[in-house]
Each structure stands twice: as structure tokens, then as C-alpha cells.
């Protein structure tokens, strides 16, 4: 994809406004590059450069309020990002696509190809909108290429109503027209792509109008039955299905760190090779203590992972006060494939949660590879999915359970299943409300179904990108003040055994000893950056002396600075002045 040798490299430009001084299409002009079917293919190929990476992905929950790192990012320090540290208002690919677009009808292709090619182009059409849309709220819209004399150049942003509506008609189109013939290497863009995304898409949108009613746009409903029903066409083909087979301790985690995509669940990857020397950094990532942002789960988010009996683990008696060994036993088994615990081990060696990576205890493991090989390079050679059937499933599930038309038969085609592929014995649908939920993270609702589908797709799709926008959807940015908390330590100066392989691994200390135990990590816990909730034990907690706020204005990004001086007529959004 990224990797792809391009056809028009001269059509590649360089942003919008001041970035469209472009060499003329002297070299390659519409006659001889819109011919044949394959130029079509060819030049459609320049499109995946919109999809994200391998790296995009596995960064891509960095600002959120499930995982700890290294510092707290700038975005939610007051004061600590402006308009000067804004990125993102970058539009070379749109013109690449509207190009395509304005010439690809003269193509001597039948009328089915010529739909194929232009319902790609849309596709990718939407695609670069919805990203810019949920970063900026309101932008330009434009479907021609623009030139430097074109009036529209310099114009204002377009309603967020406006361009999502045109949004959802490229959506319409790429579903409609795009092949539906499934793609087995999950590389490339179908049918069953397009209906999976166009579902992402109008959950995203039909959710935020609701919940943000303040802001009064319409439709919500109109965009949440087009989700249900996007994705009810997705599972209702039969061409996917949830990767259950094998070892249920390991049909989750396999789905994140093989090569060859799973194309029964699978719908979409961003396919790394080793012989094509195509990678990913995830086990540099989420393994070195001094590359990445060393991130970790937090307790309270992890506390949210049902025990295997199906009841809730915060139902226990003091269960804040449980010993790291003994709480993630009997656990939702995606848990023991998203972090270290138990008996993990690499390459025939223990491997208890790593301290001079983690400051949590929960240390991340769902994309990183047991072999050590990778830990120190950037180069894993897993794919990464961008999108897979489960989600498509909880899309389905949220759409209609905020429509107030979920019932027992959908909680069982969607809910249900991803809970039986987690070894959760009961899984049938709730009828009491969880207060933990309630209490921790959304105090807001009430509804039983609706708080179980959004505990199930923080687990399902922990750590894959969908969180910080989760929150912005849900009016929920408030999470991202929340302790970054870990596990709970008895006393001080005390000997861990996370794993109970007899070996301790860690102790919590004020001052390191002057004699220390082989394979003892001594955590230093200052008062500072790190204090135990309660002096001399509790939950590790962290950076706490940081303070993060979240301010309603936080909701959008703001427009670059440079930008807003190159075209006024932008105008900033609300309060980043």
C-alpha cells in the first residue's frame, strides 16, 4: 500500500493554498493515463497511500484514558498546546483523487469498471473527509482540482453538515458500485470494505449529533440507521466470520501478530512481509524503555474485563485491593492476550510484566512478537489490521442500542459471540446496570445494553486506535483527567512475584537497597511522579503530579496557525484563538 510504486508521482502535491504551485501535467496528460482498465488500476493504486499504517495503529491510543505513558501528552495540559503545535491540514491526496475523478470517465472501460474505479476514488474520497472532520469539525469541501487562480482557493470552511452529507453519498456510491469479489489478502479495497467503513463512519457521526446536542445537528438518527444497517449487510453476507478456532488462549492475540492476515475476520490489514521488507515497530515499541511511550494499561480499565463466569470482577469484595497474581486469573481470556501475566513467557523464558518499561504493572503484549529478535529495530513483520469483523459487529450493536432497537437476537449476534470467543460461560444479555461503569467512566447512562457494549468494545478493540475518538463521540473527554493508575501494592519494600514461577520481580521502594535481589526491579516511588494511594500502599499511581484538564473546546483540533494566516477566511475554531 504505503509501499506501492505510484503512476503519477508529478500529480503529487504538496497541500493546499500555498502548496499548489505544481509543476504542469506536461509529462502525463488525461489522454495517454485514462485509456485502459489498467491505467484505471493503476492510478487507483496511488489511493492507499490515504490508509493508515502499521505504525499509525498501534500509536494510535497514545491520547487516551486507558493507557499510561511516559508524560501526559500536551493536548490535555492546560495551556500546553496551541494553533503553533497544530498539524494535519494537509490536502495533496484530495487533489490526486479529484483529478482521477475528472478524468477517469474517458477511459475506454465498460460501464461496470468505469463504476468500480470511480467508487474507489470516492471511497478514498471519504476517507481523507472523515479524517479531517473529526479532527477540524467544519472544513472546506472540494470536489474539482484547484488551481492557483481558482476563486475557492482562499474560501472559508463548509458546515460539518454539508461535507458529511457528501461524505455519506461517496459512501453510498463506493458501496454500491465498488467489486464485491472478497479479497482474501486484505489489502485492498472491496465491497465489504466499503460497507464495514461506511459503518464506522455514520456510528462516529450519528453518535456525536446525539450526544453533543448542544452543537443541534440533525439526523443523528438518519446516520445511526445507516451504521446498523451497513454493518447488518456486512454480517448478513456471510463472507466473515470471528477467528475462533485453534487454542482459545491464543485465537484473539493470533489475530495481531501473524503475517498472513486471518481473512475470516480480517475485512482489511495493513500486510507486512518480511521478503518484502514491509514492517511495523511494535515490539520496539511497546517493549523498550527508551524508544516509544512506554505505555501500560491503568487499573481501573482493566478491572472492566468480566470474570471468565461471566460476573463482573468489580462485583468482588475489595477487588481495587487484589494482588496483580491473583486478579487476572479466571479473567475475559482477552486479557491474558492484550497484557503480561500468568505464565507468558518468550522464547522458553518467564515473562512477568517489565518495570523498566511499564509504570503501570499492565504491560502491553497484543502486537508484539515472543521472539526477541525485533525488540531493539523496527522490524516486525505482523499485520496490523485496520479494520476487522468484530468491530463491524459493535458498530451494529451501538447503532441499534442507541436507536432503542436492540433486542435479544441482535445482543446475540453480536455481543454474545465476541464473548463466547473469550471463554466468558455466561454471555447472555444484561438486565442490571453495571455501577462500576456508571461510576468510572459514564455516569451519564443508564441503560444496561448500551454500558455492556461499551465495556465490550473497549476490550474487543483495546489498543487499535478507536479510543480518543470514542470519547469525542460519546462527550466523554473528561476521561482523559482521569489517575493513571496500577496495580495494588500490599507495603513497601516488599518482594513481588507477579508470575508465581517462585522468582520475585519487582519491589516498591523509597530508596533502592544497597544490596539487591537478582532480577528484582526496585520502583522508586518518590511522592512525585509516583505515590501509592494510600502512603505506604495501594495503587501505584502515576503522574499525578501533572495536571490535565479537558476543556469542551478540546472537542475539535485547532486549524494550524500558518494556515489561518494564509486564508482568513478560515477562521479559527471556538476558544484555540
Given at each position: 500500500m504505503k509501499n506501492s510504486i505510484y503512476l503519477l508521482l508529478v500529480l503529487v502535491m504538496v497541500g493546499c493554498k500555498k502548496e499548489l504551485d505544481l509543476k504542469p501535467f506536461d509529462k502525463l496528460s488525461p489522454d495517454n493515463a485514462f485509456k485502459t482498465e489498467s491505467d484505471l488500476q493503476l492510478y487507483a493504486n496511488s489511493f492507499y497511500n490515504i490508509l493508515p499504517s502499521g505504525n499509525d495503529i498501534i500509536r494510535g491510543d497514545v491520547m487516551s484514558d486507558y493507557l499510561a505513558g511516559k508524560d501526559a501528552n500536551a493536548y490535555i495540559r492546560p495551556g500546553a498546546y496551541t494553533a503553533t503545535q497544530a498539524n494535519g491540514w494537509d490536502w495533496k491526496e484530495l487533489r490526486n483523487i479529484n483529478y482521477f475523478l475528472e478524468h477517469y470517465g474517458q477511459a475506454n472501460v465498460t460501464t461496470e469498471a468505469r463504476n468500480h474505479y470511480a467508487g474507489l476514488a470516492r471511497f478514498f474520497r471519504a476517507m481523507f473527509y472523515f479524517e479531517k472532520v473529526k479532527r477540524f469539525g467544519d472544513v472546506p469541501w472540494y470536489n474539482k482540482t484547484m488551481t492557483i487562480s481558482d476563486p475557492d482557493l482562499y474560501k472559508g470552511r463548509d458546515p460539518r453538515v454539508n461535507v458529511m452529507d457528501s461524505v455519506l453519498a461517496d459512501l453510498d456510491f463506493a458501496c454500491a458500485n465498488i467489486r464485491a469479489k472478497k479479497d482474501n489478502s486484505c489489502s485492498q479495497i472491496t465491497k465489504w470494505v466499503a460497507l464495514a467503513f461506511k459503518s464506522r463512519v455514520c456510528l462516529f457521526e450519528g453518535t456525536f449529533r446525539k450526544y453533543r446536542s448542544a452543537l443541534n445537528l440533525p439526523n443523528a438518527d438518519v446516520w445511526l440507521k445507516a451504521a446498523a444497517s451497513a454493518a447488518a449487510e456486512v454480517r448478513k453476507s456471510g463472507q466473515y466470520k470471528l477467528n475462533a478456532s485453534g487454542d482459545p488462549a491464543m485465537n484473539y492475540r493470533n489475530l495481531f501478530i501473524n503475517e498472513t492476515p486471518n481473512a475470516d475476520e480480517v475485512i482489511l490489514a495493513y500486510v507486512c512481509n518480511k521478503s518484502w521488507r514491509v514492517f511495523n515497530d511494535a515490539n520496539w515499541f511497546f517493549t523498550s524503555a527508551t524508544y516509544g511511550n512506554r505505555l501500560s494499561l491503568v487499573k481501573t480499565f482493566t478491572d472492566t474485563y468480566l470474570n471468565r463466569d461471566g460476573s463482573r470482577f468489580t462485583d468482588k469484595a475489595d477487588f481495587d485491593k487484589i494482588p496483580f497474581q491473583e486478579e487476572v486469573k479466571n479473567r475475559d481470556l482477552r486479557l491474558q492476550q492484550t497484557i503480561r501475566m500468568g505464565k507468558y513467557n518468550r522464547e522458553g523464558q518467564a515473562a512477568p510484566p517489565d518495570f523498566t518499561y511499564s509504570y503501570t504493572g499492565y504491560q502491553p503484549l497484543k502486537y508484539t512478537l515472543d521472539a526477541k529478535a525485533t525488540d531493539g529495530v523496527g522490524e516486525n513483520n505482523n499485520s496490523i489490521p485496520i479494520i476487522r469483523y468484530a468491530e463491524v459487529l459493535l458498530n451494529e450493536a451501538e447503532a441499534k442500542a442507541v436507536l432503542n432497537d436492540f433486542s435479544p437476537e441482535d445482543w446475540n449476534q453480536t455481543i454474545k459471540l465476541l464473548r463466547n470467543r473469550a471463554g466468558i460461560q455466561q454471555a447472555d444479555m444484561p438486565v442490571t446496570a453495571d455501577p462500576f461503569l456508571m461510576k468510572k467512566y459514564f455516569p451519564g447512562v443508564s441503560d444496561a445494553v448500551l454500558l455492556e457494549i461499551r465495556r465490550e468494545r473497549g476490550i474487543e478493540l483495546?489498543?487499535?486506535?478507536?479510543?480518543?475518538?470514542?470519547?469525542?463521540?460519546?462527550?466523554?473527554?473528561?476521561?482523559?483527567?482521569?489517575?493513571?493508575?496500577?496495580?495494588?501494592?500490599?507495603?513497601?519494600?516488599?518482594?513481588?512475584?507477579?508470575?508465581?514461577?517462585?522468582?520475585?520481580?519487582v519491589s516498591f521502594v523509597k530508596k533502592t537497597p544497597a544490596t539487591k535481589v537478582p532480577g528484582v526491579y526496585y520502583f522508586l516511588i518518590d511522592d512525585d511522579q509516583t505515590r501509592l494511594s494510600e502512603g505506604t500502599k495501594g495503587n501505584l499511581i502515576w503522574l499525578s503530579n501533572i495536571e490535565r484538564k479537558w476543556e469542551t473546546y478540546k472537542y475539535v483540533y485547532p486549524i494550524p496557525y500558518n494556515e489561518i494566516v494564509l486564508n482568513p477566511a478560515l477562521k479559527q475554531n471556538k476558544d484555540w484563538q
Open positions: 483495546a489498543l487499535e486506535g478507536f479510543r480518543f475518538y470514542d470519547l469525542i463521540r460519546w462527550d466523554a473527554g473528561k476521561l482523559l483527567e482521569n489517575v493513571y493508575d496500577g496495580l495494588y501494592v500490599a507495603a513497601m519494600d516488599v518482594l513481588m512475584d507477579l508470575n508465581e514461577d517462585g522468582k520475585p520481580d
